[in-house]
């Protein structure tokens, strides 16, 4: 079964506004990951946060944790049509030397 | 620097036939995986190396398949004899330090199998 399940499944929003994706985990973690992925591309990795930390800042990305609520959110500023990608959340599942990758949220920009 | 390198980067076989799929990881990197994404199953981890030796192939579907790490430097990902269920893209994903640390991933490659 999945680690982590991103929400929502899609997600179409107008150029300038906000984009808030969200993922679950059901395990205790060490980090969690957010990566991306463009169409017909490989996965580029966008932000790693430690259980112990509970914000972490990129650019125009905003990653939050919340270990009691096993959960995290991804939030990207002033969108552009270059953020139309799919997005996934991974976690090491309670330490493992490996990632589970949720199913993703795709994040569609109109311009 | 180059990325991790995959190919090749489009394969279209007919049912029964051998492939293999090639990788090279980044320079320096000493952990390897092998995913499999579909529409249906998401991004699947396969198989991991850790230098150059198999951790985990608990992802491996079933005896059809099978990777080698022969040195630091390429891992191959054999499918034999191939069905039409295996088409996917196959990603080889490489990083520094542990599989939990930050994953560099290839271009992938999407195989057809007819």
């Known amino acids: 079964s999945q680690q982590g399940e991103e929400d929502p499944q899609a997600l179409s929003i107008q150029e300038g506004e906000n984009a808030t994706m969200n993922c679950s985990y059901k395990t205790s973690i060490n980090n969690l990951q957010w990566y991306r992925q463009n169409s017909g591309r490989g996965l580029v990795h966008l932000i790693l946060i430690r259980s112990n930390e509970r914000e972490k800042h990129s650019g125009r990305l905003r990653v939050t944790l919340d270990t009691s609520k096993k959960s995290s959110s991804l939030l990207i500023t002033a969108s552009r049509a270059a953020d139309t990608a799919s997005y996934f959340c991974a976690t090491d599942k309670g330490g493992a030397q490996k990632l589970v990758f949720g199913q993703g949220t795709r994040l569609t920009i109109n311009p | 620097d180059a990325g991790v390198i995959q190919s090749p980067r489009h394969e279209v076989t007919e049912m029964g036939q051998e492939v293999t799929l090639r990788c090279k990881p980044i320079s320096g990197h000493n952990s390897l995986f092998w995913y499999r994404q579909t529409m249906m199953r998401g991004l699947e981890l396969l198989i991991y190396?850790?230098?150059?030796?198999?951790?985990?192939d608990s992802g491996m579907p079933e005896d059809r398949f099978s990777a080698k790490m022969p040195n630091a430097s390429f891992s191959t990902l054999k499918i034999q004899p191939s069905e039409p269920r295996d088409s996917a893209v196959y990603f080889c994903?490489?990083?520094?330090?542990?599989?939990?640390?930050?994953?560099?991933f290839g271009p992938g490659t999407r195989l057809t199998v007819l």
């Open positions: 994903a490489s990083t520094q330090g542990t599989g939990a640390d930050t994953q560099y």
């Open positions: 190396f850790n230098n150059n030796v198999p951790i985990d």
